[in-house]
């Protein structure tokens, strides 16, 4: 007889999602993202971080303060990096995601196709950022779920 206690798609794609977030070198915000096509194959990871050559101890982490010396003009959200880390289409795919998109990141989805978003926080719904995105993704027919409750002993992210 086989197990009856694995975990589900949505657990099993979120935990890759939540495992990329502990990649993050940011110290007050871990995000992971994580696209799967129809075929419940991953396409894409990325985790929110400086782009690719960009040295990190020599750019601000911080979240406050003048603009160019806060973290915000030069960290590459986990999303782009997961929708850039794809080599196929993402046409009909899903995104599982640990924090929900802001307005930047929502363009990027909804222009590469995805048609789902899988999220755990929207810890910034409030935010003009996340009322456009919002806006954006039930316009253009993407559906949103959120996962409650997710638990699979990560601590980090």
């Known amino acids: 007889m086989k197990?009856?206690?694995?975990?589900?798609?949505?657990?099993?794609?979120?935990?890759?999602?939540?495992?990329s977030a502990m990649r993050s070198k940011d110290p007050n915000t871990q995000v992971g993202a994580c696209i799967v096509n129809q075929k419940k194959r991953i396409v894409g990871i990325g985790y929110n971080g400086f782009p690719y050559g960009i040295d990190d101890d020599k750019y601000p982490w911080e979240s406050d303060g003048e603009f160019l010396n806060t973290k915000y003009p030069y960290?590459?959200?986990?999303?782009?990096?997961?929708?850039?880390?794809?080599?196929?289409?993402?046409?009909?795919?899903?995104?599982?995601?640990?924090?929900f998109p802001c307005h930047e990141c929502a363009k990027l989805i909804i222009q590469s196709g995805i048609r789902e978003i899988v999220f755990l926080e929207n810890k910034y719904q409030e935010q003009s950022s996340v009322k456009a995105s919002m806006r954006m993704l039930e316009d253009a027919g993407v559906t949103l779920r959120q996962i409650d409750n997710f638990t699979l002993g990560f601590t980090h992210a």
């Open 3 to 19: 197990r009856t206690d694995y975990i589900s798609w949505d657990e099993y794609f979120m935990g890759v999602a939540k495992l």
């Open 75 to 99: 960290v590459v959200h986990a999303e782009p990096n997961a929708i850039l880390n794809s080599t196929v289409s993402l046409d009909g795919a899903s995104l599982y995601v640990t924090l």
